[in-house]
């Protein structure tokens, strides 16, 4: 089921968008991305960095 006016909804909450702050419904949510973009940024770039000898401990592949 989705209600589709037309419009596009916030993409964080899926909220009727408010052109104050579209895409948005909110500047919260507006941040959000923002974070979560910049977040994601400089996840790729910590990943590129490869430490020798340093096991980050995850969960184990095999058992
Ligand atoms: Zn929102």
């Known amino acids: 089921m989705t209600e589709t006016n037309g419009k596009a909804g916030c993409p964080i ?4 968008m ?5 895409p948005f ?3 919260r949510c507006k941040d959000l991305d923002l ?4 977040g994601g940024h400089y ?11 340093e096991g980050e401990g995850g969960d ?4």
């Open 13 to 16: 909450c899926r909220k009727p």
């Open 18 to 22: 408010v052109t104050a702050h579209r």
């Open 25 to 27: 419904c909110s500047r």
């Open 35 to 38: 974070h979560r973009w910049l």
């Open 43 to 53: 996840r790729v770039k910590t990943e590129e960095r490869q430490d020798p000898g």
């Open 60 to 63: 184990p592949d095999e058992g």
